[in-house]
């Protein structure tokens, strides 16, 4: 893993978009987009320059299961509000989780990754470890599925709700193997919540205790991380 420490978020998001924008000038055309807080700096980096996505394509890597339609706590709303509305792809997919059938939405999605294999994806971290929904326990050969939250993510994610009770319980989302199989990731962490957690993913043992230790395997990765996020490193 190449580790990359900045000051701040602020610097977080000039370094992660000169990843998106070093991809795009080497021809990447498929890109792997994340919600959340850690995201947004290198989303408005994008969307301050002039780098052009109208002849790429997006791929999400989830979506909260059964929110009313048009909810504005939706994966969906928030990457129109926070990236696609200034700066549109030629197609963007999400995972629909108000689909009827939610293992066959799965299947679908798998098959979307398939057919437009991922050049770059830009993943947050849980507390616990988790990337995507893929919680403590999920096996690595996972592709995308329907997942049950953890407290500690719905604890987490409650912020974002008028009510705890309001936080969906379940969510769909690329499995750990989907993520892998993308040529490059970008992971991001900003804020000392975050430090144990990436301790445990780039000096801890690979286990499904923590998901993300699992991008020890990944020949290229890029850790871009705030100083409190690196302060529990060796
Ligand atoms: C979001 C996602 C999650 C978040 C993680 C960190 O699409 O898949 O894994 O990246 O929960 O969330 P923030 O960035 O809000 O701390």
Do not use: C, W
Request: proline share 4%.
């Amino acid at each position: 893993m190449k580790v990359i420490i900045v000051k701040d978020n602020a610097q977080g998001g000039k370094e992660g978009y000169q990843l998106f924008a070093d991809a795009k000038k080497n021809g990447a055309k498929t890109f792997g987009l994340a919600t959340g807080s850690t995201p947004i700096t290198t989303y408005q980096e994008i969307i301050k320059s002039d780098l052009d996505f109208t002849d790429s394509i997006s791929i999400n890597l989830d979506e909260y299961v059964g929110l009313p339609e048009g909810s504005d706590q939706s994966y969906n709303y928030f990457m129109h509000k926070n990236l696609f509305d200034a700066k549109p792809f030629k197609h963007s997919y999400l995972p629909n989780g108000r689909a009827e059938d939610i293992e066959a939405e799965a299947k679908h999605y798998d098959q979307i990754i398939d057919d437009n294999p991922i050049d770059l994806q830009i993943l947050g971290i849980g507390r616990n470890g988790h990337i995507g929904f893929n919680e403590p326990g999920t096996p690595a050969d996972s592709k995308t599925h329907k997942v049950t939250l953890t407290q500690s993510t719905i604890d987490a994610n409650a912020r974002f709700f008028e009510h705890e009770e309001d936080v969906p319980r379940f969510a769909i989302s690329m499995g750990l193997a989907s993520i892998m199989k993308s040529k490059h990731i970008l992971i991001e962490a900003f804020g000392e919540d975050k430090a144990d957690a990436i301790k445990g993913m780039i000096e801890g043992p690979v286990t499904t205790d923590l998901p993300a230790s699992v991008l020890q395997n990944h020949d290229n990765v890029t850790v871009i991380i705030d100083e409190a996020a690196a302060s529990k490193l060796e």
